[in-house]
């Protein structure tokens, strides 16, 4: 199984700055990570597939790099809105698997 | 607009058995792979399992928590996607979703989700 460790667990962020956010995975997915943004109770909701290409709808400030094992979720500009919980998950291989989140919190 | 409602979670016994239903609308359901999703409380979002289409071969995968107890099938002619769920542990009590695959067989990410339903095992 390919886990899927996220950093940091908490990030608290000043409105208008950029947050920064990890996803690293324990054996090469090469680009095949996705990451989703979720609200308490809600489902997720794709933000990148693709490592970096972005969901129908999502605003350019969410961009996402990396390849292999290592992979960032960058928010530009961020808003309060963005004050939720980020995965990333792994299409690599079966079974499909998902980070431990990042809650991003406004300051 | 891609629509999928999930149904039929509730509270149930240890060791009894519960069917999930998620009812779709807004695209070709036979040509999606579809998939199950679930979510305990306060946890990170686990993967249960995905089914093909036929065209890829209808075939499932299943995470290893829940393979052998669970069971994903899928109705083409009425666009639902079903999770059977056997011998329940209290550890499957979460908030189940379903979620649309894309057209092919394997390196799936979703866009589309349902709203979720939720499933409690307790005695």
């Known amino acids: 199984e390919t886990v899927m460790t996220q950093s940091p667990v908490t990030l608290s962020v000043s409105p208008g700055e950029s947050a920064t956010l990890s996803c690293r995975a324990s054996?090469?997915?090469?680009?095949?990570l996705a990451w989703y943004q979720q609200k308490p109770d809600q489902a997720p909701r794709l933000l990148i597939y693709g490592a970096s290409t972005r969901a129908t709808g999502i605003p350019a400030r969410f961009s996402g790099s990396g390849s292999g094992t290592e992979f960032t979720l960058t928010i530009s500009s961020l808003q309060s809105e963005d004050s939720v919980i980020y995965y990333c998950?792994?299409?690599?291989?079966?079974?499909?698997?998902f980070g431990g989140g990042t809650k991003v919190e406004i300051k | 607009e891609v629509q999928l409602v999930e149904s039929g979670g509730g509270l149930v016994q240890p060791g009894r058995s519960l069917t999930l239903s998620c009812t779709t609308s807004g695209f070709t359901f036979r040509d999606h792979a579809m998939s199950w999703f679930r979510q305990a409380p306060g946890k990170r979002l686990e993967w249960v399992g995905i089914i093909r289409s036929k065209l890829y071969g209808g075939a499932a995968e299943y995470a290893a928590s829940v393979k052998g107890r669970f069971t994903i099938s899928r109705d083409d002619s009425n666009n639902i996607a079903y999770l059977q769920m056997n011998s329940l542990e209290t550890e499957d009590t979460a908030l189940y979703f379903c979620s649309r695959g894309k057209i092919g067989g394997v390196r799936h990410w979703f866009e589309h989700w349902g709203q979720g339903t939720r499933v409690t095992v307790s005695s």
């Open positions: 054996q090469g997915v090469s680009t095949n």
């Open positions: 998950q792994q299409y690599n291989k079966w079974p499909l698997t």
